[in-house]
């Protein structure tokens, strides 16, 4: 088991995933997930969730050192998701005396996941409901939709420590030296970012907990300059745009429209831009490109005609903005069609159907190939959108 300090009492007992290809079979994970669990040890011991099926038998492992031959008496379920939750009956068969502690919300699902009797180690526990284990208290905080219905955080007084689920948490292992707030943002608006209104409640409940230490369900433990890490989920929550710049994201078929937004993006910073990334939509990686697309207050969509409609990877990029709750942006269009352009209007529509999104009035539109009339349109919308 990894060398990870928690305090003394409390052991991290969880497991790293190189192994995995797609997390959530959609998001790619080239640094590998880790699945967090803790034990605390005290007159009681309590496991604080477990991990994906992928490293049962080691997490159980793991579990079994740090208990030196002593017996669990709770399991605490934060959130039911497989990745935490798959060995919740292995450990129920394993030690038949504990009990476990969830909220109303959390024994139904363990009832459709698995199968063994819960009538008699059920512990259920609501808003600011504690579970005393010697020196050590667990207060427990609902976190409804963060980001599953069942969630909820504990809140440990004595060491200060707030097991958080999957708030604060990031993609990579960690033993991963990487940035957190990459991966950390990649992960929060792909898989967190519809909640915003309900990540900001919980913000607020643990504005009032003296907070030390943040224990998330995946990625490293939180414990310097917590100001910062809380700082960006406040930021995110809120839909702010975190950075000054311009995603140019691109759906090209045949490579005209790729060209376009190359060229889009020298003229933008020619003019002065503080920062344009550009994306792929037919090859760069999806999450990614929400990401960038949350990260920056301003975005430039390119995309070819087609169907009718608009080049396919368009539309799911668009898609994915939609449920994840895409605002407060301002976005410019470029399309580009032979015949009958129709991808401004159809990505006008569907921005239409997200909240306070400004579109740039000019609209470039190219007929088959970039052109000097059609460099000139571009320089008036990089005029216009530098502007907003």
């Known amino acids: 088991m990894k060398d990870i300090i928690i305090t003394d009492t409390i052991k991290y007992i969880g497991a790293d995933d190189k192994d995995i290809d797609l997390f959530e079979s959609q998001y790619v994970v080239p640094n590998g997930v880790s699945y967090n669990s803790y034990v605390i040890l005290d007159e009681k011991v309590a496991v604080m969730d477990t991990v994906d099926a992928r490293r049962g038998e080691e997490w159980l492992n793991n579990l079994e050192e740090a208990l030196g031959g002593r017996t ?5 379920v934060s959130h039911m998701e497989p990745d935490h939750a798959a060995n919740v009956q292995a450990l129920a068969e394993k030690y038949p005396e504990m009990k476990i502690v969830g909220n109303a919300k959390t024994f139904p699902m363990i009832e459709q996941f698995f ?8 512990v259920v526990v609501a808003e600011g409901d504690t579970l005393k284990l010697g020196s050590h208290e667990l207060t427990f905080v609902m976190a409804p939709m963060v980001h599953w219905p069942e969630v909820m955080v504990a809140y440990e007084s004595s060491e200060k420590i707030l097991f958080s689920a999957d708030g604060f948490g990031k993609f990579g292992a960690l033993d991963t030296e990487e940035d957190w707030a990459c991966e950390a943002r990649r992960y929060y608006f792909n898989i967190v970012g519809k909640y ?12 009032t907990l003296d907070i030390q230490m943040i224990c998330p369900l995946h990625g490293p433990i939180l414990k310097e300059n917590l100001a910062y890490y809380i700082g960006k989920y406040q930021v995110w929550s809120s839909y702010e745009p975190e950075d000054e710049g311009i995603l140019v994201a691109y759906a090209s078929i045949h490579g005209n429209t790729r060209k376009a937004a190359v060229k889009l ?13 550009i994306t792929d939509l037919s090859r760069d990686d999806m999450a990614e490109a929400v990401e960038d697309a949350f990260r920056y207050d301003k975005m430039v969509l390119a995309a ?31 399309e580009n069609g032979s015949w009958a352009p129709m991808a401004a209007k159809t990505m006008r529509s569907m921005l239409e159907q997200m909240k306070d999104i400004t579109v740039c009035d000019k609209v470039v539109t190219i007929k088959s190939a970039v052109k000097d009339s059609t460099v000139a349109d571009m320089e008036a919308l990089a005029e216009e959108l530098l502007a907003k």
């Open 265 to 277: 993006k020298e003229i933008l910073e020619a003019k002065g831009a503080k920062k344009v990334a």
């Open 72 to 76: 669990v008496d709770y399991l605490v």
């Open 115 to 122: 199968d063994f009797d819960l009538s008699k180690r059920s």
């Open 304 to 334: 070819a005609t087609y169907d009718g409609g608009v080049f396919p990877c368009m539309e799911e990029f668009l898609h994915h903005l939609k449920s994840k709750t895409y605002r407060k942006r301002t976005v410019a269009l470029i």
């Open 196 to 207: 915003g209104a309900q990540v900001q409640a919980l913000l607020k409940k643990a504005a």
